[in-house]
């Protein structure tokens, strides 16, 4: 694969189709569910399926494109490389250039690398540029015309959901380029979904500070590095549009806006035009997220359109997420590979990270360090939370440098053998991603670190374990009857790992919770029950969870546990409640539903699906 530079959208979807990785859908489809359905089914095949373009969408003059970034091939034709490595390797060779003398230098470091050389976008000098072909303005504004998804049955609404929104900071003056998704309220005006952590958000206060109205641009569809650029999470101030020239080596050609004072890219597929009042505030949500679920409805500030511009023929793009593997993976497995190197100018002790998708990339990250001195672990830890967009990380585990962070059954091993309960947890409070749903609080809740580096001179060894009688081969159905007996509510069972040889013995346990049966009844019988003391480490999961299927487990692990709440301790053991949690937990904040297309979005209200 050669490295290509897309000037649009359109070139990268001809692409595709020569590469054999689109399917085009020549019936009409309706984009009200419809084209949701088929785009989860087809990235939900192995590998991630093709990218489908749907020539004719009911009620709308314009077709659409769905799952274009969603494989590991399609990312690597998008950025143009043949391994996502090759981003990395290109980012450590301009460090390499102008190394960083410290963290701020590192900042500033982006801005001169990349901006004095060729990636700085560009005007564009045609007289029209194509995403101005088409100029609609007044009360012939109409989002509607647009086909724009409405993605999960229990969606609030259609949402925009790959969309550029480019804003401009009132102090710096500088571009953000930042995607949030945006529900469409009426024919002119959509939420703003920026969360309150983002750079989007951090501009608007600014304009909300200085009580003026923000002018805000939103381009849907262009080139793909320009695309993937606005989900990058660059530092503030850093020009995402520097980053999209950076990947496609060559600038991105930027147009003003005909009624707003911002530019954009001037191949966009779609531009609204519009601005945002300081003071003006709607209720947006829910709407089926990358965590699988619905993330809760609140109040964001409200985008008003101005005018939309658009090419003659232009193509709408979005995308559907959910429960992983969706199409943000492999953006964000971009995000991770491209942001390695950068990372390692702060902490140059890291030599490589994973961010499984089970973990929705913000609730765990396992980091191989070169481990030099006692508590290093602890210090990696301890940094990482206060870094950028990994300061959301709920999980961090940290394994020696002879550990592959990517192979999760090197992790398995290292966990399995070496975490020591009573030793290697790292408790914490912090900042928590908005769309964490674990916490009693929005926003901020309970963090877990855990080191499972070997321990050297200077570091408290591991308390031995103590041995353990196991039979040779458990009768599962008289584990069940024994447990059931001790503790009320338990289903099923799944033996994870049994081998007395080694440190930690897991047990899964399918649950149903009822009154007088919440987490802390089951914590508290199951380390109790004599028949489960050969087992030190106990999950247990609600009854609709499939428990023999580990990807289901793991995510439900990583989404549904507060480290603080759910992972009970006693005596080098611990139970760990992976399931729903409300008040008898102490949890008095909604809890999401997952999301599913089986619910008839009629009937879910009365079903108690929608509170
Ligand atoms: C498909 C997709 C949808 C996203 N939606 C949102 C969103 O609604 N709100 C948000 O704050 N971040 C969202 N993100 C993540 C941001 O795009 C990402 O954190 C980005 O770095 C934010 O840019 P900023 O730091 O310049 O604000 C989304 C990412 C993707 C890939």
Redesign the pocket.
Known sequence: MKSVKYNNLGEFIQALKREGELKTISHPVSAVLEISKLTDSESKSPGGGKALFFEKVKDSPFPAATNLFGSSRRICLALGVENLEHLGDRIREIIRMSPPKDLRDMLGMLTTAFSVSRFFPRKSRVKVPSCQQVVIKGDDINLFDLPILHCWPQDAGRFI??PLVITQSLSTGKR??????MQVFDRKTTGM???I??????YFNEYRKAGKRMPVAVAIGADPATIYA?????P?NVD?MILAGFIRNAPVAMTRCLTCDLEVPAEAEFVLEGYVEPDELRREGPFGD?TGYYSLADDYPVFHVTAITHRKSPVYCA?L?GRPPM??CY??KATERLFLPLLQTVFPEIMDYWLPWEGVFHNIVIVSIKKEYPRHAQKVISGLWGQG?MSFCKAIIVVDETVDPKNPIQVMQRLVDNFDLTTDIVNAQGILD?LDHSSPFANFGNKIGIDLTDRIIGEPLRNPFPPVSMPEKFNEDALLSGIQAACKGVLSLRILRDDTARRNRILVLKVRKAAGLSGSYFAEQLLDADILQPFNLILFYDSNVDILDNSFILWKLFNNVDPGRDVILRQGRSVIDACKKGPEEGHDREWPDELSFDVNPFNARKEGYIR
């Open positions: 959901t790959l953000n380029v930042g995607m949030y998704r979904h920026w969360h952590h983002k750079d989007g958000s951090n606005a989900t990058a999470p660059m503030r995402e990358h995308t997420v199409e943000d953006l964000a967009q908005v």
